[in-house]
């Protein structure tokens, strides 16, 4: 071999070996910012999985479900979960305005997620309601006691439920708006997600 | 003139009565909403200690669950409060504060762990890295002198 192919060899030697060794520093700067921001909620089924979410319910009977909330926003969030009810008359979250239902929250929680972490909680909730049949079935009615969340009883009086033909059931929503603590204003604002389960309530 | 003295009486005794029993009462509604207040004063102030300790590139898992816990404590007491129990919402306001007994020197204390652990870093990786593909560098340009070097010799002799 000449010099100039000692040369050439030497060089690509010297440029693989300072490329490896440099690498843990330009790992550093070439790494790509985050440019997506977002958090999500969703619920699961007894088993941890997207299956099997309670439906057809019980009066009295106990039902769990894993309620998941993850952080992508670049630092800890301070979230609140509202607990909401209700019946097929009333105000829900509408997805495409991005606004929460303007009914009050039965409960409401606090979670504090950090950055690209996800928190699970485990929800148990039961319904004590009443059916109030009537030979008319579109005059029978569902009329709720309480719903005991987590061991919390919360009064769900003042909730009744009608007949639902469509359904063919007595029918409900459980569901949950996700708020988040604005460092600005000092106060939570509706975080654009919820989720929700579709209940019916059997005799 | 006597019928209104006597109900003058009677009124100043109910109200007498109705005071005295209101008192603790108002007394117990004031300490618990405070207490609320407290909590959630803490919360704040907690929350912003474990966003810096984040920010130092600390994990700060252990706190969020600190966090979590004082969180559903508090979740409790303003629904004792709602229910008009005050001696149980104030009992859970203060269990939440004591949940953040410490806080904030913890949060500290794993900023400061994660900043030093982030200078080690800094060295080892990119000072260290650059200094020794510097002295990798060198080592090639040396090296290439040396052959030329030697290859001229070698074609002189």
């Given at each position: 071999m000449n010099l100039q192919g000692y040369k050439a060899l030497l060089l690509v030697v010297t440029a693989v070996l300072a490329l490896l060794v440099a690498s843990p520093a330009l790992e550093r700067f070439l790494v790509y910012p985050q440019t997506e921001f977002f958090s999500a909620m969703w619920l699961l089924g007894p088993e941890g999985?997207?299956?099997?979410?309670?439906?057809?319910l019980k009066s009295g009977a106990s039902y769990n479900v894993y309620l998941g909330i993850e952080n992508q926003l670049g630092s800890c969030a301070y979230y609140s979960v509202q607990v909401k009810f209700r019946n097929l008359t009333q105000s829900a979250p509408d997805p495409f305005n991005r606004t929460a239902s303007s009914l009050p929250p039965l409960y409401s929680f606090t979670s504090f997620v950090a950055d690209k972490e996800t928190l699970t909680l485990t929800l148990t909730f039961s319904f004590d309601y009443t059916y109030i049949l009537n030979p008319n079935s579109s005059l029978s009615k569902v009329t709720f006691d309480d719903l005991m969340f987590n061991g919390l009883p919360l009064n769900l009086r003042g909730y009744p439920t009608a007949w639902d033909a469509e359904r063919n059931g007595f029918t409900g929503n459980l569901f949950f708006e996700l708020w988040i603590y604005n460092d600005t204003t000092g106060g939570f604002q509706y975080h654009q997600r919820y989720t929700s389960l579709q209940l019916n309530m059997t005799v | 003139m006597r019928i209104p003295y006597k109900i003058a009486v009677v009124t100043a005794t109910l109200l007498l009565i109705s005071v005295s029993v209101a008192q603790p009462v108002l007394a117990n509604q004031t300490d618990a909403a405070a207490a609320i207040d407290s909590a959630k004063d803490n919360i704040l102030g907690a929350y912003d200690a474990a966003k810096e300790a984040e920010s130092a590139g600390a994990n700060i898992t252990v706190l969020t669950s600190k966090l979590n816990n004082a969180g559903l404590l508090l979740s409790q007491a303003e629904l004792a409060y709602a229910k008009n129990d005050f001696e149980g919402a104030l009992s859970l306001a203060t269990q939440s504060q004591t949940v953040l007994n410490g806080f904030a020197s913890e949060a500290d204390a794993l900023g400061l762990s994660a900043l030093q652990q982030q200078n080690q870093d800094f060295l080892i990786n990119v000072v260290g890295s650059i200094s020794a593909t510097l002295v990798i560098l060198i080592a090639g340009f040396v090296a290439c002198i040396y052959l030329k070097r030697k290859y001229e010799t070698s074609e002189a002799t």
């Open positions: 999985q997207a299956e099997n979410l309670p439906s057809n | -």
